[in-house]
Structure formats: structure tokens, C-alpha cells
């Protein structure tokens, strides 16, 4: 050990029987370093009391040890709201970082303003993680502007073939899917989707796309109308509203957000039909709010735990020049209430 009693990088390449290299990069949760190997470092570091010197480190790589996490406002009347399940994320991202040894900056951003070239010219951060994004079509050219760039990013969605960049996202295929499945199991024939099913907002999209493919594999039932509307509750409202009054009749409901779910359950109660006996209805997402409504809200789930960690996780890699590529996590149907 060193004069003065602190120990060093290679106190603990000692003691563990390996490199002072691999002590480093253990230390930082190099994935290039065995699950096995990692935890024998961090026991021998935890024993020597050795802590880690984020500054000098981050000093000899080149970097700030920060990665910044810019969420994007929705086109809301209140432009302080955060779509939910984004916050849901934030905790498991947190703790990766600090597990990984970064730091976390957190940002809300306009679409409408000039945020791709303001944080790559302000250094703050070595890399972005980018979640929401309102009309995809005006986000895919702020996308092409940091590949051109050079900016490491990673970002929450569908992936999208015109648009360069790693996206980690859900199936929504195979949650649209799960939907549809689940409400012709019930019985039910004359379904209606809620949500702007369109390139402007691609998640929408293939959720709608996944009902679809249900519908073709089970001969009989219809998708009867569908009715646009943005992730809020007052905008599922207005649509399933809009529905009842052009008469047309339907017994299953499939909102593209949980959100719009909860809408839609107000209104099909102010119309007096009770749910599940007359429209059985499923939301997506599992935000906190879908277990507590009346009736709880059967829901297509995504892991936003598993989520946060895989977005800070490929973000990294990149840094770390390792080999990357679009994740897709799966999406798992949560039977309550409603359907």
C-alpha cells in the first residue's frame, strides 16, 4: 500500500490477482470485464475502503463522467407535464449511472428549439439520452442533424428505418397484438382503436398495426373506427366521446396510452355503459395510475425498469466504441378490471 496508508489501483491488482487495466475498467462495470472477475475487484476495492476518483478519471479519459437525459415536452396546454411512464424511468436510469460511476443531468426541452446544436457545443455531457418527441416527422431532421454531428445518443421509441441513431423501445407490435388477442378471447367483435395512428407518432402506429394483425389471425372480428388522439386523459375523453355520438356501435376499446384509456373510461361512464359488460377496454403503458381507476385498467405493460437501464446501458457502449444495436423489449399484458 502507499505511504500514507490510501490504497491504489494497483493495492487492489494485487490483491485480486489480476491487471491494473482490468481493476479500471472493473471499477467502471466494463461489460468487457466477467461478471465473476467485476465482483472480486469491487470486494477487494470495498475492503481497502478504495474510492474511485471520478475527476482524475474522467480527466484521463477525455470526459465529463455525465450523460444527460432530455425529455421533450408533448403538445399539452400544460407545458410542465411529463408523460408518466418517462418519469417511471428515471429511478432505474439513476441507478445505473451511479452504478456505471455517471452522472445524471436531467433537461426539458422545446422541440421548436435548437437543442441538438446547444448541448453538443456546450460540452456538458457525453452523450444524450432523448425520450418523447411529439411529431416524429419534425423530430427524424433533428435526429439526422447530431449523426451529422457526431453526437452519441441513444433514444426511446420505435425504431424507424429513414432514421439514423440506436433506439431502444417496446414491440409495440406485439403489444397491439396482445391487445386485440385478449379482446376477441372476450367475445368481442366491434373494436375501436384511440390514438393517432401515423407516421407522426410511430409507437401509435404499430400498436394500431399489432390490433390488425389480431384481427387477421381470428376471423370475425372488425375494427369498427378508430379516433385520434394525443397521450392525454382529456384527449381520450373527447375521442371516445366523438365515437359515441356517430352512433357507431362498439364492444372493445384499445387506447394507445394508458392515459387515453383513463379518458375514455370517464366518458363511456358519463354515457352510462359499464365496463367491461358492455365495451371491454385495455390501455398501454402500466403507468402507476392504471391499477387505482374504476375499474382498474387492464393494460399492455412496458418494463420501464428494465428500460431505463438498457437506454444508459447502450449509451455507454457507444462511448466505449463497443458494438451496438436497436433493442426491443418486450411488452407483457396486465389482466385487471376492465377487460
Request: glycine share 10%.
Amino acid at each position: 500500500m502507499t505511504r500514507g496508508g490510501k490504497a491504489t489501483s494497483f493495492d487492489i491488482a494485487e490483491l485480486a490477482g489480476v491487471s491494473q487495466p482490468t481493476v479500471s475498467r472493473a471499477l467502471r462495470g466494463d461489460s468487457t470485464v466477467s461478471e465473476a472477475t467485476r465482483l472480486r475487484v469491487r470486494a477487494v476495492a470495498q475492503q481497502l475502503h478504495y474510492t474511485v476518483d471520478k475527476n482524475a478519471s474522467a480527466l484521463r479519459r477525455g470526459r465529463s463522467n455525465t450523460l444527460a437525459l432530455l425529455f421533450f415536452e408533448d403538445p399539452l396546454p400544460n407545458r410542465s407535464l411529463i408523460n408518466p411512464f418517462f418519469l417511471a424511468m428515471l429511478g432505474s436510469m439513476l441507478r445505473t449511472c451511479a452504478e456505471r460511476g455517471y452522472d445524471l443531468l436531467t433537461s426539458f426541452q422545446r422541440m421548436d428549439s435548437d437543442w441538438q446544436a446547444e448541448w453538443e457545443d456546450s460540452r456538458k455531457a457525453d452523450g444524450l439520452i432523448l425520450l418523447g418527441h411529439g411529431d416524429f416527422e419534425q423530430y427524424r431532421e433533428r435526429l439526422d442533424g447530431l449523426v451529422r454531428r457526431g453526437t452519441h445518443f441513444v433514444r426511446w421509441g420505435s425504431p424507424d428505418a429513414a432514421a439514423d441513431g440506436i433506439t431502444v423501445g417496446c414491440d409495440n407490435l406485439a403489444g397491439g397484438r396482445a391487445a386485440g388477442e385478449r379482446l376477441l378471447a372476450l367475445g368481442r367483435r366491434r373494436l375501436v382503436f384511440l390514438g393517432e395512428a401515423s407516421d407522426s407518432y410511430p409507437e401509435f402506429r404499430d400498436r394500431d398495426a399489432g390490433l390488425r394483425q389480431a384481427i387477421a389471425a381470428a376471423p370475425g372480428g372488425a375494427i369498427v373506427a378508430r379516433a385520434d388522439a394525443i397521450s392525454t386523459e382529456e384527449a381520450g375523453e373527447t375521442a371516445a366521446q366523438r365515437l359515441l355520438a356517430s352512433g357507431v356501435a362498439f364492444d372493445g376499446l384499445f387506447a394507445a396510452s394508458d392515459l387515453i384509456a383513463l379518458g375514455a373510461l370517464r366518458a363511456l361512464a358519463a354515457a352510462g355503459l359499464r365496463v367491461p359488460d358492455d365495451v371491454a377496454v385495455i390501455g398501454f403503458d402500466d403507468i402507476p395510475a392504471a391499477s387505482s381507476s374504476s375499474p382498474p385498467l387492464t393494460t399492455v405493460a412496458q418494463d420501464y425498469a428494465r428500460a431505463g437501464e438498457v437506454l444508459v446501458e447502450t449509451l455507454i457502449a457507444l462511448l466505449d466504441a463497443q458494438p451496438t444495436a436497436d433493442v426491443l423489449l418486450p411488452p407483457r399484458l396486465v389482466l385487471r378490471g376492465t377487460a
